[in-house]
């Protein structure tokens, strides 16, 4: 399902807060296991959100810290860590767990969640690899530099010019004649990914094996992302999350887009192989007692992506592979992302599939409440199906203890994760633990923390910034001088 008819803007679902009593004895606050020793001490659980707060190297700041020190406070029963990449490259201030040299900033993130959470928080980190994605160029840079100047180009150009002399034309007088010319003649003698990276910016894809780099992702990303695991399991997480969701390069082998030739692409039982390959690299190494688990997508909304049909059969399949949990994601995905400005890299998150991963209230008849879930129930009644317990969890629009109740009622999901409404308020799992749902800061769902994130900027909620004194030495605030970096602190009343 995607977005259809028109949008209307919907209002927040009501909420009726449990008592501290309702609460805990909720099923949303009741303990889970996962894999083979592990407990959750509840059902509630924050996924990974990017924060942009490492250096540019990769490492763990104060203000990471506090990013995961502050969702802690509120005790989630599971909390998932931004997506960390696992190669030793420059990544921009995204964590990186590339190296063994990341791992003491790591584990310093472990002891504060732990501190933060008086121990009742399971923390996992998800793990991650990408491909590259260029800024949408200068169209002056573009000719001028990027565009190899092949012999096809040459001959298309003598064509639509009707000029044989341009295939023998010099490299300078092709790249002057096309940074000059007008858009027929772009549209019509550069080929669909020459006129995307003059549009968009050059962006890799899994199945360009013609580049040695993306012909060997098979061999290199089983030991890249075991050695990751590895280095979790050192600092102190108790498990780890595979991203194969979204627009990056696992969610990419599980694409039906996928037409790799070399067994890992087509079928998909080749297209699975990989992802499979992966997983089990990452449990001979990590354990058979540590937390692995998925982040895929129940439906990639995109045309001629992966579908529900698709997601139930790799779950089924995951589950038969011995995966810990498998947590559903939707959307998210390049193909359909809007048109950058120039100098800016497209985002996965602008177009119709980007709008399904972080739905607004600005939404069709379906609204963005709990929209995400029906994926997340199929996939679980399959594995159900095929005899598995694997543990499954849902996301998207999920704000109220009423919807994540309901949820785990009708057995559509064994544990309910809230990204943006934690961000709002992060201690709201612990309000409604002890009572004071009233209290919780709700989310709007309106995407400003989406915004900043498609800037790179450091992530906030719009609704922290209402209620500070700029003055105030106690509160951090963003580079930019004008927002705060952290939710406003809160205890409950009887602790004063
Ligand atoms: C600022 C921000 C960063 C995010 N970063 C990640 C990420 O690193 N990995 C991931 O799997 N999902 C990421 N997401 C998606 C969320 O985990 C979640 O799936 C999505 O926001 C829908 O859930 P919600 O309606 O509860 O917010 C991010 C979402 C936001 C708002
Ligand atoms: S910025 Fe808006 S959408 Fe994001 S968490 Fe805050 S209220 Fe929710």
């Known amino acids: 399902m995607s977005l259809s008819g028109p949008r209307v803007r919907h209002p927040l679902p009501p909420a009726h807060w449990p008592t501290r009593q309702a609460a805990a004895g909720s099923r949303w606050f009741s303990p889970i296991r996962i894999g083979r020793s592990l407990t959750a001490l509840e059902r509630t659980w924050v996924p990974a959100m990017v924060p942009w707060r490492a250096t540019d190297d990769g490492l763990v700041t104060p203000e990471v810290l506090d990013w995961y020190a502050r969702f802690a406070d509120g005790q989630p029963g599971v909390l998932v860590v931004e997506a960390t990449g696992i190669r030793d490259i420059a990544s921009g201030p995204l964590l990186r767990i590339g190296d063994d040299r990341f791992v003491p900033g790591l584990r310093a993130l472990v002891d504060t969640v732990r501190e933060h959470s008086r121990g009742r928080t399971r923390l996992f980190i998800q793990i991650l690899d990408f491909v590259t994605v260029r800024r949408r160029p200068e169209p002056e840079r573009f000719f001028g530099r990027y565009l190899e100047v092949t012999d096809a180009l040459r001959g298309q150009l003598a064509l639509w010019l009707d000029d044989p002399r341009w295939r023998e034309a010099p490299d300078q007088s092709v790249r002057a004649f096309l940074l000059a010319a007008d858009r027929v003649t772009h549209e019509t003698v550069l080929n669909d990914r020459e006129l995307e990276a003059l549009d968009y910016g050059y962006r890799e894809r899994i199945w360009d094996t013609q580049l040695p780099h993306i012909q060997e992702l ?18 102190g997480f108790d498990g780890v999350e595979l991203h194969y969701a979204h627009a990056y390069t696992m969610a990419s082998f599980l694409s039906r887009l996928n037409t790799r030739r070399d067994g890992y692409g087509g079928s998909r039982e080749n297209r699975v192989r990989l992802p499979l390959e992966v997983l089990a690299a990452v449990r001979a190494r990590a354990g058979e007692d540590y937390v692995v688990g998925i982040r895929y997508l129940g439906d990639e909304v995109i045309e001629g992506g992966s579908d529900l049909d698709d997601a139930v059969w790799f779950g089924v399949r995951f589950a038969g592979a011995g995966v810990d949990y498998l947590s559903v994601s939707k959307g998210g995905r390049f193909e359909d992302a809007k048109q ?3 100098g800016e890299a497209v985002y996965p998150y602008t177009g119709p599939s980007g709008y399904e991963c972080m739905p607004t209230v600005l939404s069709d008849a379906g609204g963005p409440f709990g929209r995400n879930v029906p ?12 005899g598995w317990q694997t543990p499954v969890v849902t996301s998207g629009g999920i704000a109220t203890f009423d919807q994540a109740e309901a949820i785990l009622e009708r057995g559509e999901a064994d544990c309910v ?30 995407n400003y923390c989406e ?10 909620c719009k609704l922290w910034d209402r209620a500070f004194d700029p003055a105030d030495p106690a509160v951090s605030l963003a580079s930019d001088g004008r927002r705060r970096l952290s939710a406003p602190p809160w205890s409950p009343p009887d602790e004063g």
């Open 218 to 235: 098979p061999r290199v990303l089983p030991g890249l992302f075991a050695d990751a695991a590895r280095r979790a399991r050192e600092a």
């Open 340 to 342: 950058p400005k120039i």
């Open 375 to 386: 994926l997340a129930a199929a996939i679980r009644r399959a594995i159900r199906d095929a």
């Open 417 to 446: 994760a809230a990204a943006r409404q934690t961000l709002a308020d992060p201690d709201w799992f612990r309000k409604i633990r002890l009572g004071y749902g009233d209290r919780v800061r709700r989310c709007e769902f309106t």
């Open 451 to 460: 915004g900043l994130d498609q800037r790179h900027k450091q992530v906030t």
